[in-house]
């Protein structure tokens, strides 16, 4: 599968545990987008990497972050997990940042909190 | 801030029968507004973009920045439109996409 992929599919753990999501760009992209879907909030920006750098920051918490491998492949770390962090993460790729460069969706991990 | 607005949660119309989803944006800036779709078991993916003036898969969208409006427009819905779509706007400058909570389309046969 050559497109955006995501592990694990699912994940559940307990409140005040830590995990860490990963996203594996399209052959090519530099450019890596997380996303937060959540039931009551909708789709929401995290943050955005591009080459390995921080390119733009969203509605992420002090509890989250994110780096950018230098092989293009990214991580999302969540920490001290709350039950409000239930929700699907998306990532997305796009070969450059810019408005005429689409971005390619992942199929989303889906994080339960109990 | 910016803020996209998609005041249907649910809509079902008849197969054949013309489909507007709306949405509704805010911000103060001249915005690039698009339109994603996810089918069933499928990933999030593009629809159309106000930049590219295109018709994808029969729908069309125009611009209206004196009512902040982006309604997604096909005359004659197929059952395989039926899907999730979301309106997303992207401010002057960024490239990341602010969504809006999503119109889940049903089209029935």
């Known amino acids: 599968d050559s497109g955006v992929t995501q592990t694990p599919k699912h994940l559940i753990t307990a409140t005040g545990q830590r995990v860490t999501l990963r996203c594996s760009p399209r052959?090519?992209?530099?450019?890596v987008y997380w996303y937060q879907q959540s039931l009551d909030q909708g789709l929401q920006f995290l943050i955005q990497?591009?080459?390995?750098?921080?390119?733009a920051k969203g509605n992420i918490l002090e509890r989250f972050s994110a780096q950018q491998f230098p092989d293009l492949h990214s991580e999302l770390n969540l920490s001290s997990l709350e039950l409000g962090d239930s929700a699907l993460y998306f990532c997305?790729?796009?070969?450059?940042?810019?408005?005429?460069?689409?971005?390619?969706f992942g199929p989303g991990t889906r994080l339960t909190v109990t | 801030a910016q803020r996209v607005t998609q005041p249907e949660k649910l809509l079902s119309v008849f197969k054949g029968a013309p489909v507007e989803l709306k949405c509704n944006y805010s911000?103060?800036?001249?915005?690039?507004l698009f339109w994603y779709v996810q089918y069933s078991r499928q990933r999030l993916q593009l629809l159309l973009r106000?930049?590219s003036r295109e018709s994808i898969k029969g729908f069309t969208a125009d611009l209206n920045k004196g009512e902040t409006s982006f309604h997604l427009k096909k005359p004659f819905a197929q059952e395989e439109d039926s899907a999730m779509y979301y309106c997303?706007?992207?401010?002057?400058?960024?490239?990341?996409?602010?969504f809006g909570t999503g119109t889940r389309l049903t089209v029935i046969p």
């Open positions: 106000h930049i």
């Open positions: 997305a790729s796009s070969a450059s940042p810019g408005l005429n460069y689409e971005q390619y």
């Open positions: 052959s090519g992209d530099l450019s």
């Open positions: 990497y591009y080459n390995g750098e921080e390119r």
């Open positions: 997303a706007l992207t401010p002057t400058g960024a490239n990341n996409l602010f």
């Open positions: 911000y103060s800036g001249s915005p690039e």
